[in-house]
């Protein structure tokens, strides 16, 4: 199966500047990548698919990049709801699989 | 609107089994693949399995085989999953989810509430 890693595990950040969440698969996945957002007791959010698409209703400030092994995924101005946790997920290949999670917190 | 509701949470015994239901609405259910992903405490996402509705075609991760089974009601847009000879570590959040049937477009919108199952004696 593919493994997905992503980094940091933790993400402080101050509200309004930049955040940047990395995952790594390890092998291609083309661009069959979403983000998922969580935030406590609450189920998963789609935010972006295809690597790079932003889901119905996600706000512009998210951006997703990377093709192949490595993708990004920005936040440029964090706002207070955007405080969650964050996990990668492919869907190039059977079994689907998800990264760790990155826990984005108040600095 | 799409929404995809699931049953109450659960408690049972080591050895026996869980049958958690997620009722949708809003969309064509034969048209997308319905997917079950479960959350260990404080832990990562794990997918199980996927379920066609059109004819019930089914994709169990290899983890689950001989444990895991998905069905649907007949007489309602409904998918079950049942899970059994449960143990201490299947203690988890269960998620239905689903995505279009196309290839290599099964990313997850939107997802269930959640089915809390606890496992113990």
């Known amino acids: 199966e593919i493994v997905m890693t992503q980094s940091p595990a933790i993400l402080s950040v101050s509200p309004g500047e930049r955040a940047t969440l990395s995952c790594r698969a390890d092998?291609?996945?083309?661009?069959?990548l979403a983000w998922h957002q969580q935030k406590p007791g609450q189920a998963p959010r789609l935010l972006i698919y295809?690597?790079?698409t932003r889901a119905t209703g996600t706000p512009v400030r998210f951006s997703g990049s990377g093709s192949g092994a490595e993708f990004t995924l920005t936040i440029s101005s964090l706002q207070s709801e955007d405080f969650a946790v964050y996990f990668c997920q492919q869907y190039d290949h059977w079994p689907l699989t998800f990264g760790g999670g990155t826990k984005v917190e108040i600095k | 609107q799409v929404q995809l509701v699931q049953s109450g949470a659960e408690v049972k015994k080591p050895g026996a089994s869980v049958k958690v239901s997620c009722e949708t609405s809003g969309f064509i259910f034969s048209a997308y693949y319905i997917h079950w992903v479960r959350q260990a405490p404080g832990q990562g996402l794990e997918w199980m399995g996927l379920f066609r509705p059109s004819d019930d075609y089914t994709i169990y991760g290899e983890k689950w085989r001989g444990r895991v089974t998905m069905t649907r009601d007949t007489s309602s847009n409904t998918i079950y999953l049942e899970l059994s000879s449960l143990r201490s570590e299947d203690t988890a959040v269960y998620y239905c989810?689903?995505?279009?049937?196309?290839?290599?477009?099964?990313?997850?919108?939107?997802w269930g509430q959640g089915t809390v199952v606890t496992v113990s004696s």
């Open positions: 295809g690597a790079s």
């Open positions: 989810t689903r995505s279009v049937l196309t290839p290599h477009t099964h990313y997850f919108d939107p």
């Open positions: 092998q291609s996945v083309g661009s069959n």
